[in-house]
């Protein structure tokens, strides 16, 4: 027979840089060694046992479809908790529930660009926002942020010099996954005004919200512009409350035309899943005050623990992320990528080794991150001191061949 | 401000047929009316008590991202329930677990085409290829199949005309979702030389595979090409085993290339959700063989019943589907969406109505469904004599305004 060939798309898409080198990991593991895992966000905080009291609560008898916006007690409970802990106003009807912030991400790429229509983002950014871009035809649009200036959002000017007439939209992440920068108040304001005068959608990807360290409190875009039609805000269950696996975001906006036309492309996958749905809405309703801020200072000590290591290696490079629980760190390699693999296929310290994402897989100007590493703090601080002690013992070893 | 528009696409993307008229259905609830819904394909059978068992055995404290091919056992068992079930030999990594088969399709449109590829459709068809093909850029030609002849494959001389050198891909649903149509074995055959001779995929969507009647046994293109890398099926749990808001559906196919490339799309989206999976592995492992043909013969039961009440509406033509749980129906009205809407807004019977989906929504040469509509014969027997008695009365009504 005649061989078939895939579309150039699925030929061109790249690999997660996050789950790249996880086939290495694999092995290292059946050799034996424990892999630290500060390559994925995946925390091991325990989730709310109201999730899983929701999930003992559904008893219907047959798992039908929800419907296509989400569960209407998950909307209604998502709007008081955010107007609760956020001291702003919302409406259920302004939520739109999606499988993870992931398709919220799609949908509004869609639903702002049609194909080739462009998205300004900062660089280093979420890895993945460059496969949604791919899935949508959208072009995204890399504005560096420089590692000297903490990552924070770079000047005007360098931001202006890249939009075009193709132009739809600038993509915020805040607190930022890779680097862990947040945002100030007058950055957001900056941003925003930005987006006034050039007739653009500012997408407030608030995954990470709630995970602010030192002075820092949660801030919303909404805080700002709670009436604007240009504001969209993508929110996410799975960091926030340790449910990566339940897959449920949402985007919020106060545009009903964005709610309208992305509820027809969101009709066509007809509906996130229901018993996720159901144990998350009495989760919201239900949840203790204190969880969040058991959970935040438990990651503030991971970061603290994450950079005082960090710091005494020499020759590397890193600043102290005021959120998220990412940071993008300059190691004194040549290769990161290559000292990563190294680290899983090559190396071993007291059988463990460590896992860190190679950050050039998080530029879209690849160079700029090859000589670094994305570092998750997701593990608890004893984990994570073992984790760089090992790192250390690798980076001596890897430069000494 | 000035305003913000939305994308092209955005705004051309049809509304979803089967959802379309659901806001009348709502006020006519609100109003005490009775809606018995053929509209949408949502079986009222109960979820095996297996899955809800798998549910209640899942203790993990974390609820942690998924693998993005899918959890190791579903495949697993997916696999083992597909050779038992068939008797064809199937391998558990040709599996990748994707949201419902909806993601599938859209995954494998991507993995197929480039934007602007053509994929080789039957019209009448599943709406929702169309909101597919619309998310992937890819698009759809229509075939059509004749309601004269059941529905049944269009000759190869039509199918030819439709093929240029963008086309990609075939893509076949049988059982037939809208239509209950079931292709033969030789007509199976037929489509696969087509590819074979002009070098496409075969899509063959198999959410409805056990569904058939009379006497048809269950057959998959795997039966006729096990080792075809030209070959893709895709399959769902949502009907089968009436769990359509679990959302999990695969891709299947022995074409390694296809699942590599595919995956990196899927990694994009990380993760199907955790519990379900979970719940769905331990279900397919333990599930007893009756349960299938228990469902089967109630919607025999179903399917005879809708049948033999519409035969006796007069002017109604309708043919007698051998599969799945809808047929397309001709009603001797002008519009059939004005009927249905009719039948939700200014008619009730004993203080109930019906509720179908007009077929225009159903065909891209929508002047063909224009008189029609697709019935889901998903309620019990009583219910569904209901419904049809009440339709034939909204119908003198409605002929005689």
């Given at each position: ?20 080198l ?25 989730s ?6 929701g ?10 479809y ?13 709007s008081?908790?955010i ?17 993870g ?49 903490n ?8 931001i202006e010099?890249k939009?075009?007439?193709r132009t739809?939209?600038?993509l ?18 900056f ?19 709630e995970?602010v ?22 929110d ?17 906006t106060?545009?009903?035309e ?5 509820l ?12 996720d749905q159901?144990?998350?809405?009495h989760?919201?309703?239900?949840i ?36 998220a629980?990412?940071?993008?760190v ?13 680290l ?7 059988k463990t ?9 998080f530029y879209?100007?690849?160079?700029q ?13 004893g984990?994570i ?13 890897y430069?000494?061949?």
């Amino acid at each position: 027979m005649t061989n078939i060939n895939l579309s150039d798309r699925a030929r061109n898409t790249p690999p997660s840089p996050i789950r790249k080198l996880a086939h290495l990991a694999a092995k290292a593991k059946k050799s034996g060694i424990h892999v630290y895992h500060l390559n994925i966000g995946q925390p091991d905080i325990e989730s709310p046992r109201e999730f899983f009291e929701g999930l003992r609560l559904y008893q219907q008898k047959v798992v039908a479809y929800e419907q296509s916006q989400g569960n209407e007690n998950l909307c209604i409970a998502w709007s008081k908790y955010i107007n609760k802990t956020l001291q702003i106003h919302t409406a259920p009807e302004q939520f739109l529930i999606t499988m993870g912030a992931s398709e919220a991400l799609v949908f509004l790429f869609m639903t702002c660009c049609d194909p080739g229509d462009e998205i300004i983002i900062f660089d280093p950014t979420y890895a993945n926002y460059l496969g949604f871009a791919s899935i949508a035809g959208v072009q995204l649009v890399p504005v560096l942020s420089d590692m000297k200036n903490n990552f924070a959002l770079p000047a005007r000017s360098e931001i202006e010099k890249k939009i075009t007439n193709r132009t739809r939209a600038i993509l915020v992440c805040s607190p930022n996954n890779p680097t862990g920068t947040v945002c100030s108040r007058e950055e957001l304001r900056f941003l925003f005004d930005l987006c006034e005068e050039h007739n653009l959608f500012l997408i407030s990807d608030e995954t990470y919200r709630e995970f602010v360290y030192d002075d820092h409190k949660p801030l919303s875009i909404l805080h700002l512009e709670p009436n604007s039609k240009r504001v969209i805000v993508v929110d996410s269950l799975s960091k926030r409350f340790s449910l990566c696996g339940a897959r449920i975001g949402c985007l919020l906006t106060c545009n009903e035309e964005v709610i309208a036309a992305t509820l027809k492309i969101a009709q066509a996958r007809l509906a996130a899943p229901t018993i996720d749905q159901f144990a998350a809405a009495h989760m919201l309703e239900h949840i203790q005050e204190d969880y969040l801020e058991g959970v935040r200072s438990e990651f503030l000590l991971r970061r603290n623990a994450l950079y005082d290591a960090l710091k005494e290696i020499p020759d590397v490079v890193i600043h102290k992320p005021q959120g998220a629980f990412y940071t993008v760190v300059q190691l004194p390699v040549n290769n990161a990528e290559d000292f990563a693999s190294f680290l899983l296929s090559q190396f071993s310290y007291k059988k463990t080794t460590t896992f860190i994402a190679p950050a050039a897989g998080f530029y879209m100007q690849n160079s700029q991150g090859i000589q670094k590493a994305r570092f998750a703090y997701v593990l608890n601080k004893g984990d994570i001191e073992l984790a760089i002690e090992a790192l250390a013992v690798g980076l001596k070893q890897y430069k000494g061949q």
